[in-house]
């Protein structure tokens, strides 16, 4: 959608100081640069890391330079119990709080998994009790009280404590330390996992079309069979749909690129 906006008045009392050049190049253009592997580990199922190799910054919780929140994904034979009910679960830390403090003091290095997802749930596996076979969903496990003291999240300290508590959105939490961080999530809570946007279908007709349904890469004219030419997501996040992110590749040359599982083009969906 083209703006138009008048700036004739700003031009006028910028003239008035003496200003020559009144329109200086500019672009309101968003570069779409691809994403890190770590990020992009890191918003998926995440990576396994131990206490000693993550950093501690202002209290907060780092992984090469990225805010992350630490849990301990295996649950053992509680898994099917913490699946109805995530409060039985284990928490997740956000914070250098006293219970990892004590964990490294007792040299417990037990394998965590960093994470920098922001929608709350969080993949957890166990041992099915009878069949002996390792078992894995989904729970919203719950944040550790002792990082929300830790930090005085909110002022918990002093403030209503359970309130505090039970309305801890990671998100805010992120947002809330952006700053202390070079890196942050591409993704926000509300993105659909996996999922393109609603009018993808549209834009990515359009965008084949405008390339004449030819693969960018090899150069192969698909106009005859269209549905072997996918349009692809340079930096592997399915809902940014700048067209400077956008990629006409077949079949073929789209499985070879570095972030074709994050496109899921395995799947033939980006189509």
Not at 201 to 209: D, L, M, T, W
Not at 210 to 220: A, I, S
Request: aromatic letters at 10%.
């Amino acid at each position: 959608m083209r703006l138009t906006v008048d700036f004739s008045a700003l031009h006028a009392a910028v003239r008035k100081m003496g200003a020559e050049n009144l329109r200086p190049d500019f672009s309101l253009e968003k570069n779409s640069g691809v994403l890190d592997p770590i990020d992009i580990a890191l918003s998926g199922e995440g990576i396994e890391v131990e206490l000693k190799d993550v950093n501690i910054k202002s209290g907060l919780l780092s992984y090469r330079g990225r805010q992350v929140l630490l849990y301990i994904q295996d649950h053992g034979q509680r898994i099917y119990s913490v699946l109805e009910d995530p409060e039985k679960g284990n928490k997740y830390h956000i914070a250098n709080c006293r219970k990892l403090v004590e964990m490294r003091e007792r040299g417990r290095f037990e394998r965590y998994v960093a994470t920098n997802v922001l929608t709350g749930s969080f993949l957890i596996s166990g041992m099915d009790y009878y069949t002996g076979k390792e078992f894995k969903g989904e729970a919203a496990l719950k944040v550790c009280k002792y990082c929300l003291g830790h930090l005085n999240y909110q002022g918990y300290r002093q403030g209503s404590r359970s309130l505090i508590f039970s309305q801890f959105s990671i998100d805010d939490f992120f947002a809330a330390y952006s700053s202390f961080f070079p890196y942050m999530p591409r993704r926000k809570a509300g993105d659909k996992d996996g999922a393109y946007t609603d009018d993808w279908p549209i834009i990515s007709g359009q965008y084949k079309a405008d390339q004449g349904f030819k693969c960018e890469l090899c150069g192969v004219d698909l106009s005859s069979d269209k549905k072997l030419l996918h349009t692809h997501h340079k930096n592997g996040v399915k809902t940014d749909n700048q067209r400077s992110n956008f990629q006409a590749l077949c079949v073929d040359c789209h499985r070879k690129q570095p972030l074709t599982k994050e496109c899921s083009c395995a799947m033939k969906i980006c189509n």
